[in-house]
């Protein structure tokens, strides 16, 4: 079978690679989807502190069941599946006290494991889910990146009935922001600087504000009332979002910080300290925030369409991390047509 290899930042090649033989707790899928986002992009420029080359990536996928091994009894042939890139040691603190997506010594496939960049793959069937027939194979690699809005929101915990600010309108934070919707949110805003993004969210049904063209401070106010929000969605990872969510969180509400930071953060501490705010970290996701993204999926929930930019054949597969490069802010989510199916 072939595989894509990337052999040093900006370089992958495609290699003859035997097909895994399937253990008896695994299953072997043919990959149908994989969505690149911006983790798989600081591998393409060398800048991923945590992955060394050569590296296989493919982390977002759907995929077609073909083999399952003997002691396999959730899954046959045929079944649409998506596959959680976790692999974790199951003795380390975080991981015996439900929380092994902070593994001590995690490992995510695509960056510190190979990842599901080849025709075929091989899994414990443990790590795969099943997907209902009315997600299709684009929507089914966008479960991963759901799942991680539904982990982000959980990490709040119940938003029924509240007021969500969303900073940023990437794939994540719009995903976010969908989400908390889905899950029974009051009031969603979205806040973005890129006009492209604005309009995808406004497309997803989300309202917005373009904090560079109109006052943040007030937009909260006339949207949610002089009480502002009552949890703010860091979903950037810099510090001017960072400091906007503790300037406009009001006394005594939450932040929960989803975007991945590049640079130390500089934040002002002082106001955290003073107006009694709830700072929370969110990583990831857990096999129950994969099962609530394939059910809001299923139940048409998410608007996925809008976000999907652009498709590119498994052959160029390059060419998905030269759009997102030049695209910038237009290129949303990149998904690899592994096959055409
Ligand atoms: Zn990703
Ligand atoms: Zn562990």
């Known amino acids: ?25 695994q299953i072997k899928v043919k990959m149908k989807r994989i969505g690149v986002c911006g983790s798989d992009i600081h591998v393409y420029h060398g800048k991923h502190p945590f992955t060394t080359y050569p590296v296989v990536q493919g982390h977002e996928v759907s995929a ?80 991963e990146p759901l799942a991680v809005a539904v982990h982000a929101i959980r990490r ?45 969210a406004e497309k997803t049904g989300l309202e917005t504000i373009n904090p560079v063209k109109k006052d943040l401070g007030e937009k909260i106010r006339a949207f949610f009332g002089s009480d502002g929000a009552d949890v703010i969605f860091e979903c950037v990872g810099i510090n001017e979002t960072m400091n906007q969510a503790i300037k406009y969180a009001r006394k005594g509400s939450h932040i929960v910080v989803v975007g991945v930071f590049g640079d130390m953060a500089n934040m002002d501490a002082a106001l955290i300290q003073d107006h009694e705010l709830t700072l929370v970290g969110s990583a990831m996701y857990r096999v129950e925030d994969y099962k609530k993204a394939i059910e809001l999926a299923e139940a048409g929930l998410i608007e996925f369409d809008s976000l999907i930019t652009n498709h590119v054949p498994f052959k160029e597969y390059q060419r998905a991390y030269q759009i997102i490069e030049e695209q910038k802010d237009k290129a949303m989510k990149v998904i690899i047509v592994m096959d055409e199916d």
Not at 115 to 140: C, Q, R
């Open 1 to 25: 079978m072939i595989q894509a290899l990337m052999t040093k930042p900006g370089e992958i090649i495609y290699q003859e690679v035997d097909v895994p033989v399937v253990g008896p707790e």
């Open 64 to 143: 077609e069941v073909v083999e399952v091994g003997d002691s396999v009894n959730d899954f046959k042939p045929g079944d649409k599946v998506t596959i959680q890139p976790q692999v974790v040691c199951g003795k380390c603190y975080p991981c015996t006290h439900g929380m092994y997506n902070d593994c001590e010594v995690l490992k995510v496939m695509g960056f510190q494991t190979t990842g599901m960049a080849s025709e075929y793959f091989v899994t414990e069937a443990a790590k795969a889910l099943k997907l209902p027939d009315n997600i299709s194979w684009d929507h089914g690699s966008m479960i």
């Open 156 to 200: 709040y915990g119940d938003v029924q009935g509240k007021s969500v600010l969303v900073l940023g309108g990437g794939t994540i934070g719009n995903l976010v922001a969908q989400t908390a919707k889905a899950m029974g949110a009051n009031k969603v805003l979205i806040s973005e600087v890129s006009e492209y993004r604005l309009e995808v």
